[in-house]
Nanobody
Framework: QVQMVESGGGLVQAGGSLRLSCKVS????????MGWFRQAPGKEREGVSC????????YYADSVKGRFTISRDNAKNTMYLQMDSLKSEDTAMYYC??????????????????????RGQGTQVTVSS
């Protein structure tokens, strides 16, 4: 049984930082491209940042470039998202997803209505201005 559990969300003031984690079990983590997605009420899902299964390529949405950093630790079956200089518009539910062997661009630009076979339940990030 595949489990993907996000943690690290919370309430932070604008300009602050958070570090999200996505702990994965039940699949061969190193075979999967991993990504962070977010969805705010009334808005479409956005691919925030993704990393390829090999870890050699990363993708960032324009809205987070220079502020967020994605990483993965295959030994710990965990992916991270370091979020700095947070803005109120970053407020959303953040969740992680996994797709085998995809590259980062393909994963993050998946059509918003597409469901992922493997995804977590999400962690809420709220940035107060």
């Amino acid at each position: 049984q595949v489990q993907m559990v996000e943690s690290g969300g919370g309430l932070v003031q604008a300009g602050g930082s958070l570090r999200l984690s996505c702990k994965v079990s039940g699949l061969t983590f190193g075979y999967y491209a991993m990504g962070w997605f977010r969805q705010a009420p009334g808005k479409e899902r956005e691919g925030v940042s993704c990393v390829s299964w090999s870890g050699t390529s990363t993708y960032y949405a324009d809205s987070v470039k220079g502020r967020f950093t994605i990483s993965r630790d295959n030994a710990k079956n965990t992916m991270y998202l370091q979020m700095d200089s947070l803005k109120s518009e970053d407020t959303a539910m953040y969740y992680c997803a996994a797709v085998a062997y995809w590259d980062s661009y393909r994963l993050c630009t998946t059509i918003p209505g597409t469901d992922f076979a493997y995804r977590g339940q999400g962690t809420q990030v709220t940035v107060s201005s």
